[in-house]
């Protein structure tokens, strides 16, 4: 079938609509080669290629995963997944909704993947199992890590979805058997676009497709990967509840009265103070509601190994390294315990020990004293 | 001898799936299922706190997304014996039926369809006898010629764009499509209304919930605390919203979804004699109206159906050594060799890939071959699923189950036996959600009477300290998965998972062949389909995605040193 | 019998002294509303939250006296670079061969209580002993982990340079998960240090019996007068000064 690139707005076409004139199209791309660490001379060619691609070509890889991700990018409101993917994006790449399989489906990603090298985004679900040579994850009797390099390869850009990709997520909870790893380990030298949580936010996927594709450039990252836009700010922090916590009033066990009041959820474990995600300000599934808000503590989800950062149900600070029982509290009372009676043992030991230089000044001390004169 | 061909990777599908066919004289003489990959949950649970396990297992799978939650909960529940509240009960109930609900549309549409419609076809639709159709076959009100051409025009366009996204290297034109281009159009139509539904009635978990995918679950009942009279709990704004969007969404299923599966059923009525398979189904049970241990109060009757003699239902106990699961076709191996079964609760895994090494072309189907054990009832294989479901409750006597089911086979003008097939299956899943749709507005009904009358409990929180458990227990909690029979087995020791494991509706259908050489759903039932063209798998991927796989459950523990160890397991497979 | 004549001995300046007591004072604050931070007691009030702020005050606090005892450690940085020779950096430098030679004598006589042949007057110490410079050194590094972990924690809430300039410290640890978890065990540090140096002052004054505990409200230690070049008479001084 013939492109007819009359009837399809390019990015550059698109932005000069939106306002911008050629000088700043040439500023974004700069910066995003800048970002993305290129040398200068690969500008005009990132510059061109925003110019003359049609859809953005976008292959999805699957590998140690459980689909929420793609489930919950399904689930985005605005814009709504059909309009993604009929005319924003070209979605050449996905187990989950493309129409052929086997041979075809992987012939289709080789085809974007030679037509459109360096020019498409590559999106990861799921971590990569390096354990038995990577035997732990075979699509089209290829390994992840090989499918995964392959891919990334050609790839202008790679986004993680969720903390799968991001940071290794279950299975890559203690004893991590399969050996999972989070694809920013795997692959240096490519822009990273790390979007952890389990899933995402649907909005927040669809979003960094938005931003990618209607501004032309990634988003800004901060030091951890992650789009500003979306993990700037703690879940504790925008979280409706915030006046209880600021008050002291919090509910101590589910189903109670404090908990019927919707008090807040900190007693009860609640993560959202050390969880950075957009769960307080763009809630979920168009802001229905977010775990908060349904009465049940933040686990942390979007956060690097929160499945191994203690109990869910529980504030408590876990000593890194211990298994089990390794509380930081527990071990500290303890410790204080017998420090207190280390100490003490010291004290006695010390009189017996020193009991001659004790006992002497305390003979010098008393016949001083006798011998006061005024 | 036989020409092998290969469908990996399976698409639209959750998780990791792959076939291997043989094929002589254009049909299917034998067929080899196999999941490759695994991850190892159940030993990553092992040594956890049991409250905090089903956001553990709920990883299992985002696609079916609260069934291990529930089957988790349950299982703690039943060994910690923890009732909980109605309210709690009721709630559970709604979240599962708008699942169903959920996903069963967004299998037959986004799923299944793409094997039965041909969306390139629908070109070349005429817009007017499409809406013609449409309004002949539902009053929706989405329906008018200007309506249909406009989708088609926006097709056209993506079409003559050349980057054909996810329809690129489809089976368009394919000798085995045969909608005419009118009925191609209104499925493609559908498929894009469905899409935009599907993130509605999942707005029922994020009240209940918080968040879908994966909602927030609790030991003892729910953590969505009801508050008639305050904004910091469920109240009456609330809970309107769930019945407004259960509404809409039974509106969905009654107005688009069976319409759309009767009329394109009635032109496929030749897949009701394809895919037959051995003809034993079972079904664990589900809906509990009366707390779970009252097994009577279930809305979905538990039983198992041997050789599809309907007219006898035998009892399914997960208690004794009736379930059972082998290893001897599967990458693990057992301490006493690998041709005993192993009930769930004694279960043990160890995982020993001994697969070729990648890249590959063929498994060697000789000896092991997947990452999924092979689960027995009393030796036997079942097949699990809306259909088993449907005709357990048909063999059970349920009058509500056989009124739908005939009333579908009158309507589509086949004999009993078109179910047990390709079609019936695909055919149950919409009978099905009918039925579930139904039963979860009248559950929406005793949580709302519930609260009229003054209960306001949502959870059971007397034996949440684990100082209350006793040193050891052991439970099993059982659901019917959208997907099929689902149970999670679990051993408590001194308020730790000591032992867990995952015996998923996929695992019964997708496994590989036991020690008597007796294959499961998914090998046997491939058996006899015709494939018109080898390089083509569409008639393997009909059959395949009848099940609605979901492989990513596929996951068992091993110990990295190969040593033996005793504990944790998973049996594949993902609610979809 | 021969008895010691003793000299006062100005060792810990004033400042040394407010840097002390602030200290103490902000560590047994920042101690106690840490623990409450972390297990908030249960507050069964029915008042309106609107009209409460119980929890934000005890943050209030808690972060106030963050501040009081970052700027302490400020300035009494400065002041090892102006103060006495007991509150000098060079006090603190632990790798001279004296200061080696003390180390290993305080560890024989005080902490594993071995008795000497014979008493040298010079293995006492005037101002901190090697092993009580290393035990601060340590417990420098330590508040350096506490005001690291605690302004990234605290970063993120507020709009001034300051404890943004610590901001980096939470992608470091890979979130505030472990930040958090760094911070919490730290403070237990804190806690086991404190309960040794109170033990260990309170020992030193009752073996050595020179006023140790008192000079951390004075100043002054008694010094044998033969460990002073000249010594200034007691009286003539406090006449001089009247």
Same mark, same amino acid.
């Given at each position: 079938?013939?492109?007819n690139?009359?009837?399809?707005?390019?990015?550059y076409?698109s932005?000069?609509?939106?306002?911008?004139?050629?000088?700043d199209?040439m500023?974004?791309?700069?910066?995003?080669?800048?970002?993305?660490g290129?040398e200068?001379?690969m500008?005009g060619q990132?510059a061109?290629?925003?110019?003359?691609?049609?859809?953005?070509?976008?292959?999805?890889?699957?590998y140690?995963e459980?689909?929420?991700?793609s489930e919950?990018f399904?689930?985005?409101?605005?814009p709504?997944?059909a309009d993604?993917?009929l005319d924003?994006i070209s979605?050449?790449?996905?187990?989950?909704?493309?129409a052929?399989?086997g041979?075809?489906?992987?012939a289709?990603?080789?085809?974007?993947?030679?037509k459109?090298?360096?020019e498409?985004?590559l999106?990861v679900?799921?971590?990569?199992?390096l354990?038995?040579?990577?035997?732990?994850c075979c699509i089209a009797?290829?390994s992840?890590k090989?499918s995964?390099l392959e891919a990334a390869e050609g790839?202008?850009?790679?986004?993680?979805?969720?903390?799968?990709?991001?940071?290794?997520?279950?299975?890559?909870?203690?004893?991590?058997?399969?050996?999972a790893?989070?694809?920013h380990?795997i692959?240096?030298?490519?822009?990273?676009?790390r979007?952890?949580?389990c899933p995402?936010?649907?909005e927040?996927?669809a979003?960094?497709?938005?931003?990618?594709v209607?501004?032309?450039?990634?988003?800004?990252?901060?030091?951890l990967?992650r789009?500003k836009a979306?993990y700037?700010?703690r879940?504790?922090?925008s979280?409706?509840?915030?006046?209880y916590?600021d008050a002291?009033?919090f509910?101590e066990?589910?189903?109670?009265h404090?908990?019927k009041?919707?008090y807040?959820?900190?007693?009860?474990?609640?993560k959202g103070?050390m969880?950075y995600?957009s769960?307080?300000?763009?809630?979920?599934n168009?802001?229905?509601?977010?775990?908060i808000?349904?009465?049940h503590?933040?686990?942390g989800?979007s956060?690097?190994?929160?499945?191994d950062?203690g109990?869910?149900?529980?504030?408590?600070t876990?000593?890194?390294g211990l298994?089990?029982?390794?509380?930081?509290?527990?071990?500290?009372?303890?410790?204080?315990?017998?420090?207190?009676g280390?100490?003490a043992?010291?004290?006695?030991?010390?009189?017996i020990?020193?009991?001659?230089?004790?006992m002497?000044r305390?003979?010098?001390?008393?016949?001083?004293?006798?011998?006061?004169?005024s | 001898m036989a020409n092998?061909?290969?469908v990996d990777?399976?698409?639209?599908?959750?998780g990791h799936?792959?076939?291997?066919?043989e094929?002589k004289?254009?049909?299917?003489?034998d067929?080899?299922?196999?999941s490759?990959m695994?991850?190892?949950?159940e030993?990553?649970?092992k040594?956890?706190?049991p409250r905090?396990v089903?956001a553990f297992?709920?990883?299992?799978c985002?696609?079916c997304?609260?069934?291990?939650a529930l089957?988790?909960?349950?299982a703690?529940e039943?060994a910690?014996?923890?009732?909980?509240?109605?309210?709690?009960e009721?709630?559970?109930?709604?979240?599962e039926?708008?699942?169903?609900?959920h996903?069963?549309?967004v299998?037959?549409y986004h799923?299944?369809?793409?094997?039965?419609?041909?969306?390139v076809?629908c070109?070349?639709?005429?817009?007017k006898?499409t809406?013609e159709?449409?309004?002949?076959?539902?009053?929706?009100?989405?329906?008018?010629?200007?309506?249909?051409?406009?989708?088609?025009r926006?097709?056209?366009?993506?079409?003559?764009?050349?980057?054909?996204?996810?329809?690129?290297n489809?089976?368009?034109?394919?000798?085995?499509m045969?909608?005419?281009?009118?009925?191609n159009?209104?499925?493609v139509?559908h498929?894009?209304?469905?899409?935009e539904?599907?993130?509605e009635?999942v707005?029922?978990h994020t009240i209940f919930?918080?968040k879908?995918?994966?909602?927030?679950y609790?030991v003892?009942?729910m953590a969505?605390?009801?508050?008639?009279e305050s904004?910091g709990g469920?109240n009456?704004?609330?809970?309107a919203m769930?019945?407004?969007?259960?509404?809409?969404?039974?509106?969905?299923?009654e107005?688009v979804?069976i319409p759309d599966?009767?009329?394109?059923?009635s032109?496929y009525k030749?897949?009701?004699?394809i895919?037959?398979g051995?003809g034993n189904?079972?079904?664990?049970?589900?809906f509990?109206?009366?707390g779970?241990?009252d097994?009577?109060?279930?809305?979905?009757p538990?039983g198992v159906?041997?050789?599809?003699d309907l007219?006898k239902?035998?009892d399914v106990?997960?208690?004794?050594?009736?379930?059972?699961?082998?290893?001897?076709n599967s990458?693990?191996?057992y301490s006493d060799?690998?041709d005993?079964?192993?009930?769930?609760?004694?279960g043990e895994?160890n995982?020993?890939?001994?697969?070729?090494?990648?890249?590959y072309?063929?498994?060697?189907?000789?000896e092991?071959?997947?990452?999924?054990k092979?689960p027995r009832?009393k030796g036997?294989p079942?097949?699990?699923?809306?259909?088993?479901?449907?005709?357990?409750?048909?063999?059970r006597?349920?009058k509500?189950?056989?009124d739908?089911?005939?009333g579908?086979?009158?309507?589509?003008?086949?004999p009993?036996?078109a179910?047990?097939?390709?079609l019936g299956?695909?055919?149950?899943?919409g009978?099905?959600t009918?039925?579930?749709?139904?039963?979860?507005m009248?559950f929406?009904?005793?949580?709302?009477?519930?609260i009229?009358n003054g209960?306001?409990?949502?959870?059971?929180?007397?034996?949440?300290?684990?100082k209350?458990w006793?040193?050891e227990a052991?439970?099993?909690?059982?659901m019917e998965?959208?997907?099929?029979?689902?149970?999670?087995?679990?051993r408590?020791?001194?308020?730790?998972?000591?032992?867990y494991?995952q015996v998923?509706?996929?695992?019964?259908?997708a496994?590989?062949r036991?020690?008597k050489?007796?294959?499961?759903a998914?090998?046997s039932?491939?058996?006899?389909?015709p494939?018109a063209?080898p390089?083509?798998p569409l008639?393997i991927i009909r059959t395949?995605h009848?099940f609605d796989?979901?492989i990513?459950c596929?996951?068992?523990?091993?110990?990295?040193?190969g040593?033996?160890?005793?504990q944790?397991q998973?049996i594949?497979?993902?609610e979809? | 019998m021969k008895t010691?004549n003793?000299?006062?001995?100005?060792? +810990?300046?004033l400042?040394v002294?407010?840097f002390?007591?602030?200290?103490?004072?902000?560590?047994? $604050? &920042?101690? @106690?509303t840490g #623990?409450?931070?972390?297990?908030?007691?249960?507050?069964?009030?029915s008042?309106?939250a609107?009209n409460?702020h119980?929890f934000?005050?005890?943050?209030?606090?808690?972060?106030?006296?963050a501040?009081i005892?970052?700027?302490?450690?400020?300035?009494?940085i400065?002041?090892?670079?102006?103060?006495?020779?007991?509150?000098s +950096?060079r006090?603190?430098?632990?790798?001279?061969?004296?200061?080696?030679n003390n180390?290993w004598h $305080? &560890?024989k @006589?005080?902490? #594993?209580l071995?008795?000497?042949?014979?008493?040298?007057?010079?293995?006492?110490?005037?101002g901190h002993?090697?092993v009580?410079?290393l035990s601060?050194?340590v417990?420098?590094?330590i508040?350096?982990?506490?005001?690291f972990?605690?302004?990234?924690?605290?970063?993120?809430m507020?709009s001034?340079?300051l404890?943004?300039l610590?901001?980096?410290v939470?992608?470091?640890f890979?979130?505030?998960?472990?930040?958090r978890?760094?911070?919490h065990?730290a403070?237990?540090?804190?806690?086991?240090?404190?309960?040794?140096?109170v033990?260990?002052?309170?020992?030193?004054?009752?073996?050595?019996?020179?006023?140790e505990?008192s000079s951390?409200?004075?100043?002054?230690?008694?010094v044998d007068e033969t460990r002073?070049k000249?010594a200034?008479?007691?009286?003539?001084?406090?006449i001089?000064t009247d």
């Amino acid at each position: 079938m013939s492109i007819n690139n009359e009837q399809r707005k390019t990015y550059y076409e698109s932005i000069i609509k939106n306002g911008y004139n050629r000088r700043d199209f040439m500023k974004f791309t700069t910066y995003m080669a800048a970002f993305m660490g290129l040398e200068s001379t690969m500008v005009g060619q990132i510059a061109k290629s925003l110019e003359n691609t049609p859809r953005l070509p976008v292959i999805w890889e699957h590998y140690q995963e459980c689909t929420c991700c793609s489930e919950s990018f399904i689930r985005s409101d605005h814009p709504i997944v059909a309009d993604i993917i009929l005319d924003r994006i070209s979605l050449d790449y996905t187990l989950t909704l493309m129409a052929a399989s086997g041979h075809q489906a992987e012939a289709a990603k080789q085809e974007t993947m030679n037509k459109y090298k360096g020019e498409y985004i590559l999106c990861v679900e799921g971590s990569i199992p390096l354990g038995d040579d990577g035997n732990y994850c075979c699509i089209a009797g290829k390994s992840a890590k090989e499918s995964f390099l392959e891919a990334a390869e050609g790839a202008k850009a790679i986004i993680a979805w969720g903390s799968c990709a991001s940071n290794g997520c279950i299975q890559a909870a203690k004893p991590n058997p399969t050996e999972a790893t989070p694809i920013h380990k795997i692959v240096k030298n490519k822009p990273i676009i790390r979007v952890p949580g389990c899933p995402p936010i649907g909005e927040v996927m669809a979003g960094i497709i938005v931003h990618v594709v209607a501004f032309g450039r990634l988003p800004e990252l901060d030091r951890l990967g992650r789009p500003k836009a979306f993990y700037a700010k703690r879940v504790h922090d925008s979280c409706y509840r915030r006046p209880y916590y600021d008050a002291g009033l919090f509910a101590e066990t589910f189903d109670d009265h404090n908990a019927k009041e919707g008090y807040c959820l900190y007693k009860l474990g609640c993560k959202g103070p050390m969880t950075y995600n957009s769960c307080g300000t763009i809630k979920w599934n168009n802001g229905v509601s977010y775990p908060i808000q349904s009465g049940h503590g933040c686990i942390g989800c979007s956060e690097a190994n929160f499945w191994d950062n203690g109990p869910f149900y529980e504030r408590a600070t876990k000593v890194p390294g211990l298994e089990e029982e390794g509380l930081a509290d527990d071990i500290g009372k303890v410790a204080a315990g017998v420090l207190a009676g280390g100490l003490a043992v010291h004290a006695v030991a010390a009189n017996i020990s020193k009991r001659k230089e004790l006992m002497s000044r305390i003979r010098r001390g008393k016949s001083n004293e006798k011998n006061i004169d005024s | 001898m036989a020409n092998r061909i290969v469908v990996d990777p399976v698409t639209r599908i959750e998780g990791h799936l792959r076939i291997e066919a043989e094929i002589k004289d254009g049909k299917i003489v034998d067929a080899y299922s196999s999941s490759t990959m695994v991850r190892g949950i159940e030993q990553i649970v092992k040594g956890r706190d049991p409250r905090d396990v089903w956001a553990f297992v709920q990883r299992t799978c985002g696609v079916c997304t609260t069934v291990h939650a529930l089957a988790s909960v349950r299982a703690v529940e039943d060994a910690l014996d923890i009732a909980i509240p109605a309210n709690a009960e009721m709630v559970r109930n709604i979240m599962e039926g708008s699942l169903y609900m959920h996903d069963h549309v967004v299998h037959f549409y986004h799923l299944h369809a793409l094997d039965w419609v041909d969306v390139v076809n629908c070109l070349k639709a005429d817009p007017k006898k499409t809406s013609e159709i449409a309004q002949s076959i539902s009053s929706w009100p989405k329906s008018s010629p200007g309506y249909f051409s406009d989708v088609q025009r926006r097709i056209q366009k993506f079409v003559e764009s050349g980057q054909l996204g996810i329809f690129a290297n489809g089976y368009w034109g394919h000798p085995q499509m045969k909608l005419p281009a009118e009925v191609n159009l209104l499925g493609v139509a559908h498929y894009l209304e469905a899409l935009e539904w599907q993130k509605e009635i999942v707005k029922i978990h994020t009240i209940f919930g918080g968040k879908n995918p994966h909602p927030n679950y609790l030991v003892g009942g729910m953590a969505c605390a009801i508050n008639s009279e305050s904004p910091g709990g469920l109240n009456a704004e609330r809970l309107a919203m769930v019945g407004k969007l259960l509404k809409e969404g039974k509106q969905f299923v009654e107005q688009v979804y069976i319409p759309d599966l009767l009329a394109i059923a009635s032109f496929y009525k030749d897949w009701g004699a394809i895919g037959k398979g051995f003809g034993n189904y079972m079904s664990y049970g589900d809906f509990p109206t009366n707390g779970y241990a009252d097994l009577s109060s279930f809305k979905f009757p538990q039983g198992v159906i041997l050789d599809r003699d309907l007219s006898k239902v035998h009892d399914v106990d997960h208690r004794n050594g009736d379930i059972e699961e082998f290893v001897n076709n599967s990458w693990y191996n057992y301490s006493d060799g690998d041709d005993k079964g192993k009930h769930p609760w004694d279960g043990e895994t160890n995982i020993n890939y001994s697969g070729p090494k990648p890249p590959y072309d063929f498994l060697n189907v000789e000896e092991k071959y997947s990452f999924i054990k092979t689960p027995r009832w009393k030796g036997l294989p079942m097949e699990v699923g809306p259909l088993a479901r449907l005709l357990v409750g048909y063999g059970r006597g349920n009058k509500e189950i056989q009124d739908a089911v005939n009333g579908a086979l009158t309507h589509l003008d086949v004999p009993v036996d078109a179910l047990f097939s390709t079609l019936g299956r695909t055919a149950a899943r919409g009978i099905e959600t009918q039925l579930v749709a139904n039963w979860t507005m009248g559950f929406y009904d005793t949580l709302m009477n519930n609260i009229k009358n003054g209960d306001e409990r949502m959870a059971n929180m007397n034996s949440w300290e684990p100082k209350t458990w006793p040193a050891e227990a052991k439970g099993v909690g059982f659901m019917e998965a959208p997907r099929g029979a689902l149970a999670h087995w679990i051993r408590i020791k001194d308020g730790k998972t000591a032992n867990y494991q995952q015996v998923v509706p996929s695992t019964w259908n997708a496994s590989p062949r036991d020690p008597k050489g007796q294959r499961s759903a998914y090998e046997s039932t491939l058996i006899g389909t015709p494939v018109a063209d080898p390089e083509l798998p569409l008639e393997i991927i009909r059959t395949i995605h009848s099940f609605d796989p979901c492989i990513a459950c596929a996951v068992h523990l091993y110990d990295e040193h190969g040593n033996h160890i005793s504990q944790v397991q998973n049996i594949a497979s993902c609610e979809r | 019998m021969k008895t010691r004549n003793f000299k006062r001995v100005m060792v +810990w300046e004033l400042p040394v002294r407010i840097f002390h007591w602030l200290n103490v004072l902000c560590i047994v $604050v &920042l101690t @106690i509303t840490g #623990f409450l931070i972390a297990n908030p007691p249960a507050i069964l009030s029915s008042a309106e939250a609107t009209n409460l702020h119980t929890f934000g005050i005890i943050r209030f606090i808690h972060f106030t006296a963050a501040y009081i005892f970052f700027f302490v450690m400020i300035l009494r940085i400065y002041w090892a670079f102006v103060g006495n020779q007991f509150a000098s +950096w060079r006090a603190f430098w632990p790798f001279t061969k004296k200061n080696w030679n003390n180390f290993w004598h $305080v &560890l024989k @006589i005080d902490i #594993f209580l071995l008795n000497e042949e014979k008493h040298d007057v010079r293995d006492i110490s005037i101002g901190h002993n090697s092993v009580a410079t290393l035990s601060y050194l340590v417990m420098f590094f330590i508040a350096l982990i506490q005001v690291f972990t605690g302004f990234a924690l605290y970063a993120d809430m507020s709009s001034w340079w300051l404890p943004k300039l610590f901001s980096w410290v939470i992608p470091l640890f890979g979130g505030d998960f472990m930040v958090r978890t760094i911070h919490h065990i730290a403070m237990w540090l804190f806690i086991f240090f404190s309960m040794i140096h109170v033990y260990l002052v309170f020992y030193h004054d009752y073996i050595e019996g020179r006023g140790e505990v008192s000079s951390m409200f004075g100043g002054f230690k008694f010094v044998d007068e033969t460990r002073l070049k000249k010594a200034v008479e007691e009286l003539d001084e406090e006449i001089k000064t009247d």
